[in-house]
T-cell receptor, first 109, second 113 residues
Framework: KNEVEQSPQNLTAQEGEFITINCSYS?????LHWLQQHPGGGIVSLFM?????KKHGRLIATINIQEKHSSLHITASHPRDSAVYIC???????????WGAGTKLIIKP | DVKVTQSSRYLVKRTGEKVFLECVQD?????MFWYRQDPGLGLRLIYF???????EKGDIPEGYSVSREKKERFSLILESASTNQTSMYLC????????????FGQGTRLTVV
């Protein structure tokens, strides 16, 4: 079983819909990251969080440490939000990040 | 802003060639990483370095080596390129310690023919 599991793998929605992407992990973490990868390869960090909730524009990330679960929400989704969203966790014990497989999101106009 | 720069965006090499992929970061980050990304497999760690001249194997080091002679530069070397090393290669850096926020280069799409 992977230490970081994301769901769904693929998600297609209409413009304007509220989007939720989930991430569950099974290890002790120092922080959880949400990243975005657009076609063409570049990866950018969206959030780094270790508790509670963070908001940036239409993006909201939450984490429940007890349940080892995080969600990324997109409100009023737009075609430019189409990308792969990746969850990663930083373990307490070392320098490495453990990566989820990513969720491919397509927003149709 | 942190900038992580990879030397090439696209590269085509022949089987058996020695290939160098270079990565430079400009924010004095301690940790640097090389990943490869393949469809359906996500990011897989090849090697990482937590200090100059220090390196550790990741999950898939076979067929690769690395060099970190200076703090800002981390090189990935394919000693004898093979077609199964055709992939997207991504370099990343993190500040160090408990701060694991990763900054990525733009990626190098390597094709071995």
């Amino acid at each position: 079983k992977n230490e970081v599991e994301q769901s769904p793998q693929n998600l297609t929605a209409q413009e304007g819909e509220f989007i939720t992407i989930n991430c569950s992990y099974s290890v002790g973490i120092s922080a959880l990251h949400w990243l975005q990868q657009h076609p063409g390869g570049g990866i950018v960090s969206l959030f780094m969080l270790s508790s509670g909730k963070k908001k940036h524009g239409r993006l909201i990330a939450t984490i429940n440490i007890q349940e080892k679960h995080s969600s990324l929400h997109i409100t009023a989704s737009h075609p430019r939000d189409s990308a792969v969203y990746i969850c990663a966790v930083g373990k307490h014990s070392n320098y490495q990040l453990i990566w989820g497989a990513g969720t491919k999101l397509i927003i149709k106009p | 802003d942190v900038k992580v720069t990879q030397s090439s965006r696209y590269l085509v090499k022949r089987t058996g060639e020695k290939v160098f992929l270079e990565c430079v970061q400009d924010m004095d980050h301690e940790n640097m990483f090389w990943y490869r990304q393949d469809p359906g497999l996500g990011l897989r760690l090849i090697y990482f370095s937590y200090d100059v001249k220090m390196k550790e194997k990741g999950d898939i080091p076979e067929g690769y080596s690395v060099s970190r002679e200076k703090k800002e530069r981390f090189s990935l070397i394919l000693e004898s390129a093979s077609t199964n090393q055709t992939s997207m290669y991504l370099c990343a850096s993190t500040l160090g310690g408990q701060n694991t926020e990763a900054f990525f280069g733009q990626g190098t799409r390597l094709t071995v023919v």
